[in-house]
């Protein structure tokens, strides 16, 4: 089995204010080409489940691959809404992706009824298991530069 490394890893912070920070809330990315893994850690709730997801929707690269480690311990229902709607942004941008699920969220996907549509897992190892062996829906045939989308 090949080692997995992580070239670069950014850690923000999801504090809407100073006295949010004891919750702990952040989004940690990790490049393991074509990979990008985005952890998140705290609670998706109301007050924060739109930086989660603008975040993730800028970090996604055309005909990659995203894994959404969602190991946390609370998921509300835009929340849950939001991943949802990511994994819409994943299928127009041609990528492949899996949900890291923690109980709490596979409760709440149950429970929205989101489960079903949703490429969830029980581990990060699983995920990048799973996307390594998982086909290819779009690939180039070459390499797509600016060139190329200018010409007449």
């Known amino acids: 089995m090949p080692k997995t490394v992580f ?13 949010d920070r004891r919750g702990g809330k952040q ?7 074509p ?16 930086r989660v997801s603008d975040y993730v929707g800028r970090l996604m690269t ?17 929340g849950s809404r939001e991943i949802t ?5 994943c299928a127009e ?6 949900l890291v699920s923690s109980n709490a969220v596979q409760l709440m996907l149950r429970l929205t009824d989101a489960n079903r549509s949703l490429p969830a897992v029980g581990s990060l190892a699983e995920a990048l298991q799973r ?10 045939s070459r390499p797509v530069t600016a060139a190329h989308l200018t010409r007449c």
């Open 27 to 33: 989004l940690r990315v990790r490049d393991n080409p």
């Open 7 to 19: 070239v670069q890893a950014n850690t923000i912070s999801m504090h809407a204010s100073r006295r």
């Open 131 to 140: 996307l390594r062996h998982s086909p290819r829906r779009w690939r180039p």
């Open 85 to 89: 709607e990511i994994g819409e942004q």
């Open 93 to 98: 941008n041609r990528m492949e992706w899996a």
């Open 35 to 50: 990979t990008r893994i985005v952890t998140v850690t705290g609670d998706i709730d109301a007050s924060n489940v739109g």
């Open 62 to 78: 055309p005909g990659g691959a995203l894994v959404l480690d969602l190991s946390i311990d609370v998921l509300s229902v835009a």
